[in-house]
């Protein structure tokens, strides 16, 4: 599984369906959760379906984006302004890398690397 390739810091190929299905479920969990209005006490159980555990006392003004491939922990105490965007997705750099990926059943794609993404408590 490319999702298990990808939490082992392996080299994975981001087009595989099973990782499109995972980002479009997300994307769908993201739209119905900011159609909601923000005191419908049906949008906690939207978010944490899709981010999971997030910190104690964490908060997030408008505009979160946070974004990476591998695992993302949020500490305690976090908070996040207005507009705050987080992103650590790392492709090969070298051009041959990235193009010339070859997979056991013969197809080629771009690939990627992930590492986790940790943000203490109190920040």
Known sequence: MEEERIFAGKLFDNRKKELRDIKHKAHILCQKYNSMDEYDEKRLP???????????????????TVMDDGKIEIGDNVMFGPNVSLMATNHPLIYNERVAMKFPDGHVSSSEYAEGIHIGNNV
């Open 46 to 64: 939207i978010i944490k379906e899709f981010i999971g555990k997030i910190g104690e006392n964490f908060f997030a003004n408008f505009n979160l």
